[in-house]
């Protein structure tokens, strides 16, 4: 694999092993983005739990966080951000509406500059920052979602799907008294792999092309970390008349995202992850502009609408995606969101990706060479391309008993029932010595206890 022909040179050239701990500090010494970790806050060991073993570590010694795919960390400037909120508040009362850093009746506008770049939309009015996620694939299947019993009336999305989205779709389906068996397609891995081939994506729009209203896949797969060819999907998935949307929660802040040169329909967010707002945080949604003066029908609020303070009888929608607004925004909410954009702005994508593709192809590389393939191997696809951060290690037996034990030496990262173990690297915040002790702790504990 490229990657790791790159890491192997790299160790060459210096004269390390690429598996030993001289090797990762080096590439932490030469990490560009090396400083930000300084910009976060990370758990350390004597709060994890009241069962870490103190007999293997310093108390005050810093956590192996590997859970920025659940929930990312706290940037160190969040608490300075809400407390000015709280502060306006304070001093202004009500007129904290139009005054203050975070101007409560428009503090949704403040992260838009950032999120243009990190989803690669076009104009600020292509993005609304607003609701939860799932409440947001609501609003945009009521906009979009439109079935004809006669035409197309089906949703094709992954099988295994994030619960949320599939609980979604189907509910749309009901509500329209549409059968759900006839209507949701949910595409499978074939030949016994883990993860769907892109190929195969399009051999189903391909047999459906006359009967698919809309693709609503994700960006990123939450269970086996496969990145989807984006890009490819669209384009296919739009020739054949369908309409696309993207869930990119695992997604956003992780890989590169060009939405409006994709031509991408529509897309939805969370802000918790790899975008570190904090876990429930305001999520974000994406519509292409060329809906921007003609939205499909959609559900109305008062924050949709052209001057949300005259109270007109008629409703008078603002242009752009901000029409889909029901409520006014959360300052806290925005203000904790701000502090994680800022930072990821500030890396930017493009050196967050580079870092990724090492810092992931680095974890991959010492499963393969540290860990016993007789009892687990990575459900994630191989290749740097079809994948983020997240690397998936499925194991031979249940995993909860063994995954707690992880704690007990610090290693913070994600179980998924039965048998799944999620390890999520983050360029901003993990490093190289960061990933070399993962493998470490992992080998360890399975040599005792597996």
């Known amino acids: 694999?490229?990657?790791?022909?790159?890491?192997?040179?790299?160790?060459?050239?210096?004269?390390?092993?690429?598996?030993?701990?001289?090797?990762?500090?080096?590439?932490?010494?030469?990490?560009?983005?090396?400083?930000?970790?300084?910009?976060?806050?990370?758990?350390?060991?004597?709060?994890?739990?009241?069962?870490?073993?103190?007999?293997?570590?310093?108390?005050?010694?810093?956590?192996?966080?590997?859970?920025?795919?659940?929930?990312?960390l706290q940037p160190k400037t969040t608490n300075q951000f809400v407390q000015k909120v709280l502060k306006d508040w304070k001093d202004y009362g009500v007129l904290c509406?139009?005054?203050?850093?975070?101007?409560?009746a428009k503090c949704d506008q403040s992260p838009k500059d950032f999120l243009v770049d990190i989803v690669g939309a076009k104009y600020p009015r292509e993005i609304s920052v607003l609701n939860g996620l799932t409440v947001n694939i609501h609003l945009l299947l009521t906009a979009f979602y439109r079935p004809d019993p006669?035409?197309?009336?089906?949703?094709?999305?992954?099988?295994?799907?994030?619960?949320?989205?599939?609980?979604?779709v189907t509910s749309h389906m009901d509500q329209k008294g549409i059968n759900i068996r006839d209507a949701l397609i949910e595409i499978q891995p074939?030949?016994?792999?883990?993860?769907?081939?892109?190929?195969?994506?399009?051999?189903?729009?391909?047999?459906?092309?006359?009967?698919?209203?809309?693709?609503?896949?994700?960006?990123?797969?939450?269970?086996?970390?496969?990145?989807?060819?984006?890009e490819k999907g669209t384009k296919f998935a739009k020739s054949r008349g369908c309409l696309v949307g993207?869930?990119?929660?695992?997604?956003?802040?992780?890989?590169?995202?060009?939405?409006?040169?994709?031509?991408v329909d529509f897309?939805?967010?969370?802000?918790?992850?790899?975008?570190?707002?904090?876990?429930?945080?305001?999520?974000?949604?994406?519509?292409?502009?060329?809906?921007?003066?003609?939205?499909?029908?959609?559900?109305?609020?008062?924050?949709g609408t052209l001057d949300?303070?005259?109270?007109?009888?008629?409703?008078i929608p603002i242009a752009g995606t901000d029409c889909m607004r029901l409520s006014n925004p959360p300052p806290l909410l925005i203000a904790a969101q701000y502090a994680g954009l800022q930072i990821t702005a500030e890396a930017g994508m493009g050196r967050i990706t580079k870092k990724q593709e090492l810092l992931t192809g680095y974890l991959d590389y010492l499963i393969r060479k540290k860990m016993n393939s007789s009892i687990c191997h990575t459900i994630t696809p191989p290749n740097p391309e079809d994948r983020g951060s997240q690397l998936s290690i499925a194991f031979t037996k249940n995993m909860?008993?063994?995954?707690?034990?992880?704690?007990?030496?610090?290693?913070v990262c994600d179980y998924r029932h039965p048998c799944v173990i999620r390890i999520a690297p983050c360029p901003l915040y993990n490093s190289f010595l960061d990933v070399w002790k993962t493998i470490s702790i992992i080998t360890e504990v399975l040599e005792y206890n597996y």
């Open 190 to 230: 074939k030949n016994d792999e883990p993860w769907i081939r892109t190929q195969a994506i399009l051999d189903v729009i391909e047999e459906n092309k006359d009967s698919i209203a809309i693709i609503l896949l994700s960006g990123v797969q939450y269970y086996t970390g496969q990145k989807f060819d984006m």
């Open 267 to 303: 897309a939805a967010w969370c802000s918790y992850k790899y975008l570190n707002a904090g876990a429930g945080n305001i999520a974000g949604i994406f519509v292409h502009d060329r809906f921007c003066l003609k939205m499909p029908q959609y559900l109305h609020g008062w924050f």
């Open 1 to 72: 694999m490229e990657v790791h022909g790159k890491l192997e040179k790299l160790a060459r050239e210096n004269n390390l092993d690429c598996t030993s701990k001289d090797f990762a500090t080096m590439m932490d010494k030469n990490d560009e983005l090396k400083t930000f970790r300084n910009r976060f806050h990370i758990p350390k060991m004597k709060d994890l739990s009241n069962e870490t073993n103190q007999s293997l570590h310093n108390e005050n010694d810093l956590a192996v966080y590997m859970c920025g795919n659940s929930l990312g």
């Open 308 to 315: 949300k303070f005259d109270m007109f009888k008629k409703y």
């Open 150 to 168: 006669k035409g197309r009336y089906k949703i094709l999305m992954e099988d295994h799907a994030f619960r949320s989205d599939r609980y979604a």
């Open 400 to 411: 909860k008993e063994i995954h707690s034990k992880l704690h007990l030496y610090g290693l």
């Open 97 to 104: 509406h139009e005054k203050g850093s975070f101007p409560a």
């Open 246 to 263: 993207w869930d990119l929660a695992h997604a956003v802040g992780n890989v590169e995202l060009k939405l409006h040169e994709w031509d």
